[in-house]
């Protein structure tokens, strides 16, 4: 796994309204570690043993990735929604290469911001998964 | 087809301290919003609120014990909307409010709920048919 605490800074100086829909970030080299995959198998932190990577992880990594594409994670934004589409499986431990963009950034009726970034996750060449997560800017 | 699936299992998680820090630490995930307790209440919450994914947990967790199987189950599609923030010492459970097939495919309507009734967040599981559990007791216990 790559630390979490090596490379972009904890927080980031972006603004959501900065971004525009069909930015691309990526893609990244994440590595998934069998500690993660096994402490995202039922209640966080719970270890639990298996050879491939739960549902737990898409979340993680798209989090981590998030973070290096905005150099760090904006403070203040709430989530608003997930969408997960599986394709197949993941090995507990191994490479995955993530790439985002800005796939939607609309006005809410009570005048706050929400972007959606879309994930893909790949490994060994092959998607794995999809994940758009949907931010209210702060 | 309501009757004949396996029943969605409820699934119940306690969220302590320990797990926004544990998920801060895997994800890198230091927004204030989950460490820094004045800031929360200057966003408008009553203290620090846990990451998303921590309550997400809940219905990750009924969909692999329904499924069976520890990864990631093939062309699953899990839709989220969240109600509400999740605080320190909330108990959350995820229980299934139906489970229907439309058009070959098998959804499951889910909602997380803390202690006190509130709603914090609904999912919507789309299955495979092919893939989803068949229920070998009697229709009564089909939705968990």
């Known amino acids: 796994m790559s630390s979490p605490a090596d490379g972009p800074p904890r927080l980031s100086s972006v603004r959501y309204q900065d971004l525009a829909v069909g930015r691309r970030f990526g893609p990244f080299a994440e590595r998934l570690d069998q500690a993660a995959s096994d402490a995202l198998r039922g209640e966080v932190g719970v270890s639990r043993a298996g050879t491939e990577a739960p549902l737990g992880v898409l979340p993680l990594l798209t989090l981590r990735v998030l973070r290096r594409a905005l150099g760090g994670i904006v403070p203040g934004g709430v989530l608003l929604g997930l969408h997960v589409t599986t394709v197949e499986g993941l090995p507990a431990a191994g490479a995955v290469d993530v790439d985002v963009h800005v796939s939607d950034q609309r006005r809410r009726p009570d005048g706050g911001l929400s972007t959606t970034f879309t994930f893909a996750l790949a490994a060994e060449g092959r998607v794995r998964a999809i994940v758009d997560w949907t931010i209210l800017a702060p | ?144």
Do not use: K
């Open chain 2, 1 to 144: 087809m309501t009757g004949s699936w396996a029943p969605f299992p409820a699934v119940t998680h306690v969220v302590d301290a320990s797990h926004i820090a544990r998920y801060a630490e895997l994800s890198g995930d230091y927004n204030p919003l989950h460490t820094d307790p004045e800031f929360a209440r200057a966003a408008g919450f009553d203290g620090v609120i846990a990451h998303g994914p921590i309550a997400l947990q809940t219905v990750f967790d009924a969909v692999a014990r329904w499924l069976g199987g520890d990864g990631l189950p093939p062309s699953v599609r899990i839709d989220v909307r969240y109600r509400g923030p999740v605080s320190v010492g909330d108990v959350l459970t995820c229980r299934a409010a139906a489970i229907e097939e439309h058009a070959g495919v098998v959804l499951v309507r889910a909602s997380c709920r803390d202690r006190r009734g509130r709603e914090v967040l609904q999912a919507l599981v789309a299955v495979p048919r092919r893939l989803a559990p068949r229920d070998r007791d009697p229709p009564d216990r089909a939705v968990g």
